[in-house]
């Protein structure tokens, strides 16, 4: 997904929801941040690395594909993006290596998302937003895992855009190019995608880089065959998911306001979008690269305000003025010990399933799980009663 979703649609789920302006502004910022927050940010404003939600293409390209580095990888894109669905499924003839992979398969109404809800819950308005984010990332992102892996995360030349128009209905093939200084043209079908390397670790291989932006854009509909399916066509219909991670949103913020006890699973407030349901639709479904106007002008009329746009800057001087023992509790704190604490209970889930690709996991009896080492300040965090 994209700023029109994770920015101006989320603040739009958390004003149906009931939060006032101002909280669906951080939570939606929060939402927002998770695809910026990397360990080079981090580093400019000297906080903990080990909040970091994302990896520049600078990073990534620099990144090695030993066995740390490939965890370092897997423990922030399985984390905040491509949440795992079913950390114990069993195959037949499958290798564990495969099956490690296999597990990591990103899917919607997980236990891990059920999970990353209940932690938020009765925490800060940044955790909410980072919530928000890997919930509506489950409804984009299914079918592909936050783990480099060819594999899994192939989209091969049978790939096919689902095109309605006027109630006619046909199939174009995707065509794929690798030049970044083009952009995706929607009328030609025309994409750009990460370039194909047969290694099966090779960076181009994380996520959903072979299938390029189509996940990211609510408009379309294809269709492809993975291999980790035997080959099976899966039908990716980005209108329906997008609505269904709206409505989503708005009953697990709903939730973390106290208006529902817990979440569950499969349960989608879509009584709360009744008077608006035809306006979205038509944003979702209206083919261009970027809805963030539509979703922008849709958020205003519905809080009578006007949405700021995302300043990556904007709490950047408030955290670095802050005394050191201040600073957790500034904007950016708060966002970090929340993102700390969504990557250490991940990262402890997936290493007492016995899979190993988002590293160890040491499990804290006094203190609860607090993840591998450098979520150490997770501890600290707590024991000041925090």
Not at 302 to 327: C, M, P, V, W
């Amino acid at each position: 997904m994209q700023d029109d979703f994770h920015y101006y649609a989320t603040y739009c789920a958390a004003i149906i929801s009931g939060y006032s302006h101002e909280e669906s502004l951080e939570i939606c910022y929060s939402a927002e941040l998770v695809d910026h927050c990397s360990r080079t940010l981090l580093s400019k404003i000297r906080a903990p690395l080990a909040a970091a939600t994302t990896q520049l293409q600078s990073e990534l390209m620099d990144a090695r594909t030993d066995i740390l580095e490939i965890q370092n990888i897997t423990r922030i894109w399985a984390s905040f993006h491509f949440l795992p669905f079913d950390l114990r499924a069993k195959l037949k003839h499958r290798s564990a290596l495969y099956m490690n992979k296999y597990r990591l398969i990103c899917n919607t109404n997980s236990d891990l998302l059920v999970d990353t809800v209940h932690l938020a819950g009765g925490g800060s308005l940044q955790a909410a937003g980072i919530a928000m984010h890997i919930l509506a990332d489950t409804w984009a992102h299914r079918y592909f895992a936050g783990t480099p892996s060819l594999v899994i995360n192939n989209v091969n030349s049978y790939c096919y855009e689902l095109i309605s128009d006027e109630e006619k209905h046909r199939e174009r093939a995707v065509t794929f190019h690798h030049n970044p200084v083009l952009s995706d043209d929607v009328y030609k079908g025309y994409y750009s995608n990460s370039v194909y390397q047969v290694r099966e670790n090779s960076i181009m291989n994380l996520g959903h880089g072979r299938a390029g932006h189509l996940p990211d854009y609510s408009f379309i509909r294809y269709k492809y065959l993975p291999a980790w399916g035997e080959y099976a066509e899966i039908i990716k219909d980005n209108p329906s998911d997008y609505y269904h991670a709206f409505c989503q949103m708005i009953y697990a913020m709903k939730v973390l306001r106290g208006t529902y006890p817990i979440f569950e699973k499969e349960k989608y407030d879509t009584k709360a979008v009744t008077p608006w349901e035809d306006e979205i639709h038509e944003i979702l479904t209206r083919r261009r690269l970027n809805a963030s106007k539509d979703w922008k002008e849709f958020g205003e009329r519905l809080s009578g305000h006007t949405i700021e746009d995302f300043d990556l800057g904007k709490f950047q001087e408030e955290y670095g003025n802050a005394d050191k023992k201040l600073r957790d509790n500034t904007f950016l704190g708060k966002f970090c010990l929340a993102a700390m604490a969504q990557k250490s209970m991940v990262t402890n889930q997936i290493y007492k399933s016995g899979n190993m690709l988002a590293g160890f996991s040491v499990d804290y009896d006094k203190f609860g799980f607090k993840g591998i080492k450098d979520f150490m300040k997770l501890v600290e965090n707590e024991k000041r009663g925090s």
